[in-house]
Structure formats: structure tokens, C-alpha cells
């Protein structure tokens, strides 16, 4: 991966969104993946950009959707480093399913969601995240609805690596892409990044405190219970104008999908990908079987 950002990158100036893109590529050669190595899987909003601007295969899936795209492309082929990404709005609300669904099966990949509180490509819709009272064409006379707690509905649902990083702090999302790519499960990073262009008031812009650093939080990060008391702890914070990251969440024990799937033998070892591509396959391409019918 070639340090910088990619020059025809087409966020406005100061998006947090340049933030994650920067750490990711920052993070890829820590985890020794190569962009042949890696998927990037988008859904829709200016987040889903990123798989146009990372150099690893990408595909810019539609809105709410990448987590089902990427899950069957890590199923087929787990020798790739899969990535998924999308908004708030795409990831909690459009996709709230398939993020539930997702982690309670703990497929393994990284799940970033670029939370900025608005919808920002379609020009600053109230979004799942958006706190109580936000005034936004959508809501003229201000949310009467709570935000979605992410990283709770995350736990509850069963992800197995939970965290929460921001724009603002990159020496710290690097970090934490780092451990979430390298955890064998469903990863999941609360990414907190800035619309300085619909949403000025967000949070995203407040000096953060890492939950690790802080003489608030003693808790142990293996421990459910403590992580859900924690984690609700900073949501609420949150919307109080405090801004807390870190690892809240970390169960390295429980197998992936995949890995149960191949312990029972209902997967193969060997990648589906390459049985189909393999030229002493028993398996006939589509291609072929097409031109046998003619
Ligand atoms: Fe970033 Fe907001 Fe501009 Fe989208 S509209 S590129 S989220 S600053």
C-alpha cells in the first residue's frame, strides 16, 4: 500500500473520512497484507468511496449491503483479508439487519462504520446516530428519537472485538485497525469521523480520551459484562460532549463461522475460490458449461 491519500479522493476538505483511509493504509503493512491480499467492501454514502480509493480489490456494493457481500467472499475465499465499510446510516439503519446478523455469527472480517451523526452524501438527513433534538431538513423541529447505541447493539448481537476511534486521533485507529484486521471473528470499529459540511456541531471535533488512559474506566475488556457497562457509559457520554475511544470488547476465544464451519466439515479446507478456479476441478465454470449447451 502506497503511503498518502489518494489524489482524486473527492471528499470535502477536512472529512473525517480522510482520517480512515489514512489509517487503513497505515495499518495493512503492520498486519503484512498486500493489496492482492485484501477486499474492500462498501456500501453506499460518501464512506463507500473508500474501496474506490484503497488499492486492494474493492467492490462498491449498494446501500446497507457489504456486510452480506463481504461475508460470502470471505466464505468462499478465507485466505483473503476482508474488509467491510459503510456509514451510520448504511450500517445501523439501512443495514441494521445484516450487522446483527453478522456479528451474532461472528464471520471473520473488520467491520468499520464511519459514524459522523447525518446522512452526508444525500446533504445531512437525521442518521440512526444523530442525537436527540438534531435539527436537520428531516427533522426541522429537532429528533424526538434516542441514537442507536452502536457498540451496545454491537455486543448484544455478538461481535467479538468491539472498539471505538476517531478521526482526530490517527495514531490510535491505527492501532486499533491493526488489532481488529488481526482478530480471528467479526471486529467492529465505531469510527468517529467529522462532516465538517453538514454537520458542524457533531462531537467527532471534541479532544477524545481513551478509555484505557482514563481514571473513570477500570474494566476488563474480556469481561461481557463490565464491556456493557462501559460502553453504555461512553455512548451516553457521547451525546454530552465527552468523546471516549478504545477497546471495550475483546473475545478472542470463540471460533469464526468459517472456522466452525470447516471444524464440522461442512466446509472444505480448501478455499471454494480455488476449487472452482483449479484446472483439475471437478466443478465446471458457468462459462464453460455455457458453451457445452450451444
Ligand atoms: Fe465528508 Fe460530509 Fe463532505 Fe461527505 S458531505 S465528504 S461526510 S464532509
Request: proline fraction near 6%; include cysteine; charge should be negative.
Amino acid at each position: 500500500f502506497t503511503p498518502g491519500i489518494e489524489p482524486q479522493a473527492t471528499w470535502c476538505p477536512g472529512c473525517g473520512d480522510f482520517g480512515v483511509l489514512k489509517a487503513l493504509k497505515q495499518a495493512m503493512p503492520e498486519v503484512g497484507r498486500t493489496p492482492d491480499e485484501t477486499l474492500l467492501v462498501t456500501g453506499i454514502g460518501c464512506s463507500g468511496k473508500l474501496s474506490s480509493y484503497f488499492e486492494s480489490y474493492g467492490f462498491h456494493s449498494i446501500h446497507g449491503r457489504s456486510l452480506p457481500v463481504a461475508r460470502a467472499a470471505k466464505l468462499a475465499n478465507p485466505g483473503l483479508e476482508v474488509i467491510a465499510a459503510g456509514g451510520d446510516g448504511d450500517g445501523y439503519g439501512i443495514g441494521g439487519n445484516h450487522f446483527m446478523h453478522t456479528a451474532r455469527e461472528n464471520h471473520d472480517m473488520t467491520y468499520i462504520v464511519f459514524n459522523n451523526e447525518i446522512f452526508g452524501l444525500t446533504k445531512g438527513q437525521t442518521s440512526p446516530t444523530s442525537p436527540k433534538g438534531h435539527k436537520s431538513k428531516t427533522q426541522p423541529h429537532g429528533s424526538a428519537k434516542d441514537p442507536v447505541r452502536p457498540m451496545s447493539l454491537s455486543l448484544a448481537s455478538g461481535s467479538s472485538y468491539i472498539a471505538r476511534t476517531a478521526a482526530v486521533n490517527p495514531n490510535q485507529a491505527k492501532d486499533i485497525l491493526i488489532e481488529a484486521i488481526e482478530h480471528d471473528g467479526f471486529a467492529h470499529v465505531d469510527f468517529l469521523t467529522q462532516c465538517p459540511t453538514w454537520n458542524k456541531d457533531a462531537k467527532q471535533y471534541v479532544p477524545y480520551t481513551d478509555v484505557q488512559d482514563s481514571d473513570d474506566f477500570d474494566f476488563d475488556v474480556t469481561d461481557r459484562r463490565e464491556a456493557a457497562d462501559a460502553m453504555y457509559e461512553a455512548e451516553s457520554r457521547l451525546y454530552e460532549g465527552e468523546v471516549l475511544t478504545g477497546r471495550f470488547y475483546v473475545d478472542s476465544e470463540r471460533p469464526s463461522y468459517g472456522a466452525e464451519k470447516r471444524a464440522t466439515e461442512e466446509m472444505p479446507e480448501e478455499p471454494l475460490a480455488e476449487r472452482y478456479l483449479s484446472d483439475d476441478s471437478e466443478w465446471e465454470r458457468s462459462a464453460d458449461l455455457l458453451h457445452h449447451h450451444r
